[in-house]
T-cell receptor, first 114, second 114 residues
Framework: GQQLNQSPQSMFIQEGEDVSMNCTSS?????WLWYKQDPGEGPVLLIA???AGELTSNGRLTAQFGITRKDSFLNISASIPSDVGIYFC??????????????WGLGTSLAVNP | DVKVTQSSRYLVKRTGEKVFLECVQD?????MFWYRQDPGLGLRLIYF???????EKGDIPEGYSVSREKKERFSLILESASTNQTSMYLC?????????????FGSGTRLTVV
């Protein structure tokens, strides 16, 4: 199935640093979702975006729906050890019709050194 | 708080066994999904269901079947388990038919086939 290009694949940072990751698609999307998966758990929704240019924050997390509708960005400010996990982007195209499936990135694995 | 509950966190089964993975949601969601997650491959959709007794194949249905006899329960069946089905299995559900408000995931079942 179709997948999103998510980068970087992994990051190892120092506590307190800011983090940026992004997802790109070859086709336009009308929904972008960002999830976090803690070790040994299922993914949890962090932020949902529905309009081009939309910028949404959730605590230290900020995500943006790219103007081209083909990309999205997630930023984490002042990282802390509990930010460790895998971050996934997911989305839907406007051509999905009755297709309810989400398209997923492969994830960005984040490690934080205290 | 809404919940998706997977019956087992860890399972070890022998090659050739018939394996049932159970998922229950308490949110009255119509839509339920089964994914498997493997390192470097992200989340891959196995099967999904939009209603009781309805099922559709995802991207990797081979070797699996599903059952949805009640709205709240979606079962994944490995007819004859094989070692290449060793994986983390994630169940998810969503209310919106488009899935655009995101999925709620269970905590996952880590299955090892020996």
């Amino acid at each position: 199935g179709q997948q999103l290009n998510q980068s970087p694949q992994s990051m190892f940072i120092q506590e307190g640093e800011d983090v940026s990751m992004n997802c790109t698609s070859s086709s336009i999307f009308n929904t972008w979702l960002w999830y976090k998966q803690d070790p040994g758990e299922g993914p949890v929704l962090l932020i949902a975006l529905y309009k081009a240019g939309e910028l949404t924050s959730n605590g230290r997390l900020t995500a943006q729906f790219g103007i081209t509708r083909k990309d999205s960005f997630l930023n984490i400010s002042a990282s802390i050890p509990s930010d460790v996990g895998i971050y996934f982007c997911a989305g839907r195209t406007p051509f999905a019709g009755n297709n309810r499936k989400l398209i997923w990135g492969l994830g960005t694995s984040l490690a934080v050194n205290p | 708080d809404v919940k998706v509950t997977q019956s087992s966190r860890y399972l070890v089964k022998r090659t050739g066994e018939k394996v049932f993975l159970e998922c229950v949601q308490d949110m009255d969601h119509e839509n339920m999904f089964w994914y498997r997650q493997d390192p470097g491959l992200g989340l891959r959709l196995i099967y999904f269901s939009y209603d009781v007794k309805m099922k559709e194949k995802g991207d990797i249905p081979e070797g699996y079947s599903v059952s949805r006899e009640k709205k709240e329960r979606f079962s994944l069946i490995l007819e004859s388990a094989s070692t290449n089905q060793t994986s983390m299995y994630l169940c998810a559900s969503t209310l919106m038919r488009s899935g655009s408000h995101g999925y709620t995931f269970g905590s996952g079942t880590r299955l090892t086939v020996v």
